[in-house]
């Protein structure tokens, strides 16, 4: 059973870099069946799509962000990670790592870690 | 588009059935996929590329697809199945990931 876990630090300060690392057991980030994404939830609200990766290096970000965001994968220690730059409060929100399925219509999100919450502020 | 359109809210009677809807111009070239959220928890997949249930999900659960409308039905309603439930699925250009808004469930 693939199982993955997000760490980094839960309190960044406005204008600086949010990073995150999402960890992978059970599974490999080098498979080709797979994709590799970041989701995020603000408090009390909905779900919004940062960007995923592929084990190739390919990548794809939401075009809101797209400006602030770099995923980055590490095969050697099967991770993939997240930079968001210049936060502000409003990037406030619990960070999830998930894996995606290739090959099915609608590239869904089958496996997800349990979340960090990252809070912007001074 | 990258739009997905859900109602905020839906009601139920325990055991009852309910359909929630998740409408997009990119579910006309593109199946969705639908998880379900409870408090404090990561979200769940319970139906995928329009009527896949992952393994562990009841068959109460099923999904459907008509032109730019996908739609989740929860056959016999539990007070488990009490939740948030999203929609996602690719846009249009098929390169990004959507979500709709949700639809809070609450089951009476």
């Known amino acids: 059973q693939v199982q993955l876990q997000e760490s980094g630090p839960g309190l960044v300060k406005p204008s600086e870099t949010l990073s995150l690392t999402c960890t992978v057991s059970?599974?490999?980030?080098?498979?080709?069946?797979?994709?590799w994404s970041w989701i995020r939830q603000p408090p009390g609200k909905g779900l919004e799509w940062i960007g995923y990766?592929?084990?190739?290096?390919?990548?794809n970000y939401n075009p809101s962000l797209k400006s602030r965001v770099t995923i980055s994968v590490d095969t050697s220690k099967n991770q993939f990670s997240l930079k968001l730059s210049s936060v502000t409060a409003a990037d406030t929100a619990v960070y999830y790592c998930?894996?995606?399925?290739?090959?099915?219509?609608?590239?869904?999100?089958?496996?997800w870690g349990q979340g960090a919450l990252v809070t912007v502020s001074s | 588009s990258s739009e997905l359109t859900q109602d905020p809210a839906v009601s139920v009677a325990l055991g009852q059935t309910v359909r929630i809807t998740c409408q997009g111009d990119?579910?006309?070239?593109?199946?969705a996929s639908w998880y379900q959220q409870k408090p404090g928890q990561a979200p769940v997949l319970v139906i995928y590329?329009?009527?896949n249930r992952p393994s562990g999900i009841p068959d109460r659960f099923s999904g459907s697809s008509s032109g730019n409308t996908a739609s989740l039905t929860i056959t016999g309603a539990q007070a488990e199945d009490e939740a948030d439930y999203y929609c996602?699925?690719?846009?249009?250009?098929?390169?990004?990931?959507?979500f709709g808004g949700g639809t809070k469930l609450t089951v009476l």
């Open positions: 996602n699925s690719r846009d249009s250009s098929g390169n990004h990931l959507v």
């Open positions: 998930a894996r995606g399925l290739l090959g099915t219509s609608g590239y869904p999100l089958a496996y």
């Open positions: 059970g599974g490999s980030v080098s498979s080709g069946n797979y994709y």
């Open positions: 990766i592929y084990y190739s290096g390919y990548t």
């Open positions: 590329d329009k009527n």
């Open positions: 990119s579910l006309r070239t593109y199946y």
